[in-house]
């Protein structure tokens, strides 16, 4: 398994005060936020994580967290609430734009704005001016970023700098600005002769899986999949890539680690598969296999957990999988080891 991810203290910061005012915000709406920003944290993780996190934050002086009220979430004691740094007003003034203003922007010409907010829109009014309304090929966010305010990571986050009284709907919008978020580039490797020909493809989350079954599907004449790809742990959004693939995906088949966290990367994954528009499930082969591998100590899982987490499985090994892991036993990918592989049938 990958590890916890540690938080981007901004981009949390962004998703919690994204108009800078300061004031309180409870645990809950921290371990929100942190969701927000990496949605496919099994919920397990998220007290450890909120712990990490207001740690960290108050160290580097983002806010201050509560010493007298606490919130049990899970086996963590959290401070019930952090109260974050306010920005200094006598250096920010909030004022009103008074150059004239593109149509586009005319929403803007009555707002009170910080000098942050003023930059930006100062930055894209004349932007508009000179592309004549954003007539200008599309780019990716970061680009554009740098081209209006020589920061790329101006407009790279779940909320972007300047906050929710500029991004909306009816104001600033990545579209006005021509640009957007691209996909990250998915790993893989075909291990067939004809790599443009249509054919399914198998997804592990894991590096050393990966290169496993590449090793072991090459020599076949025929193997069961086209391709094989990695998500690389918890990074499920390169997938929403697979219809750029230069063959056509006829087939997403998923497999993760046997444990809690493993299983629901692997819901997630096919979602995103089957968002993308590819039939998603199982590699019911290859999950056969991995349950018929030494355990090993896994977390505890309560009974209702390990039902919803094992129903995605196949029925061939549902009932052993949750039998798995209400023992607190676990199953890695790379109990899959080359051996393992070599001298067994794939279909």
């Not at 606490?70 to 109260?83: D, F, H, I, N």
């Not at 104001?171 to 990250?184: D, G, I, N, Q, W």
């Not at 075909?190 to 054919?199: D, F, H, K, M, N």
Request: charged content about 25%; proline content about 7%; hydrophobic content about 40%.
């Amino acid at each position: 398994m990958s590890a916890t991810p540690r938080i981007d203290l901004q981009a949390l910061l962004d998703v919690l005060d994204p108009d800078h005012r300061g004031g309180h915000r409870h645990a809950d709406e921290i371990a929100a936020a942190i969701h927000s920003l990496n949605p496919h944290i099994s919920a397990v993780e998220v007290p450890d994580l909120v712990q990490d996190t207001i740690l960290r934050g108050e160290r580097e002086g983002l806010w201050s967290a509560a010493r007298t009220v606490t919130a049990r979430r899970g086996r963590e004691t959290l401070p019930k609430r952090v109260t974050l740094k306010t920005p200094t007003r006598s250096t920010d003034k909030r004022l009103a734009i008074t150059v004239p203003l593109r149509p586009e922007l005319s929403w803007a010409a009555t707002l009170r704005l910080s000098e942050y907010q003023r930059r930006l829109l100062l930055a894209v009014n004349d932007w508009l001016r000179r592309t004549d309304g954003g007539n200008v090929p599309m780019a990716a966010t970061t680009e554009r970023a740098y081209q209006l305010l020589g920061d790329e990571k101006a407009f790279d986050r779940v909320s972007p700098r300047g906050g929710t009284a500029l991004w909306r709907s009816d104001r600033l919008t990545l579209e006005l600005l021509r640009c957007e978020r691209p996909s990250t580039p998915l790993a893989w490797e075909p291990v067939t002769a004809s790599p443009e020909a249509p054919g399914p493809i198998v997804c592990v989350e894991n590096h050393a899986t990966f290169r496993t079954l590449i090793r072991v599907l090459r020599p076949h004449a025929h193997p069961p999949w086209a391709a094989v790809a990695w998500v690389q742990g918890r990074n499920t959004a390169p997938l929403e890539s697979l219809t750029t693939l230069p063959y056509k995906v006829t087939r997403f088949d998923y497999l993760g680690d046997l444990d809690p966290a493993g299983l629901e990367i692997a819901v997630a994954a096919c979602s995103v598969a089957e968002t993308a528009g590819v039939q998603a499930g199982p590699a019911q082969r290859l999950w056969e296999l991995l349950l018929a591998q030494p355990t090993r100590a896994g977390r505890h899982v309560r009974t209702a957990d390990a039902r919803r987490l094992t129903a995605w499985l196949p029925a061939t090994v549902r009932v052993q999988a949750r039998e798995i892991l209400l023992a607190d036993r676990a199953i890695p990918q790379e109990a899959l080891r080359l051996d393992v592989l070599a001298d067994v049938s794939l279909d």
